[in-house]
């Protein structure tokens, strides 16, 4: 059973940076195109960015330009690098396969952001 793991959330000032971090156990993350989700107060969990398993990427257009989304397989380890940060990033983020049979949800980092 794969177990993921998200860290990295905190409280930061608009413009400011943080990165994220997901460990997977039990099943390597290079195999499945994966991604990352955010879930803001009161609404729907949404699609941030994707890596595939060739490493191709794609971000929703809210945040492009300003995310960036990598994986490191020896540490099998996914990361999202958050930059120019606003308010409205505000939200729990996930991580978890892009398609099918998602894995079972982590309990997510939280990101506040500050105006």
């Known amino acids: 059973q794969v177990q993921l793991v998200e860290s990295g959330g905190g409280l930061v000032q608009a413009g400011g940076s943080l990165r994220l971090s997901c460990v997977a156990s039990?099943?390597?993350?290079?195999?499945?195109?994966m991604a990352w989700y955010r879930q803001p107060p009161g609404k729907q969990r949404e699609l941030v960015a994707v890596?595939?398993?060739?490493?191709?990427?794609n971000y929703a257009d809210s945040v492009k330009g300003r995310f960036t989304i990598s994986r490191d397989n020896a540490k099998n380890t996914m990361y999202l690098q958050m930059n120019s940060l606003k308010p409205e990033d505000t939200a729990v983020y996930y991580c978890?396969?892009?398609?099918?049979?998602?894995?079972?949800w982590g309990q997510g980092t939280q990101v506040t952001v500050s105006s």
């Open positions: 039990g099943n390597p993350l290079s195999r499945y195109a």
């Open positions: 978890n396969k892009r398609f099918n049979d998602l894995y079972s």
């Open positions: 890596i595939t398993s060739s490493g191709t990427t």
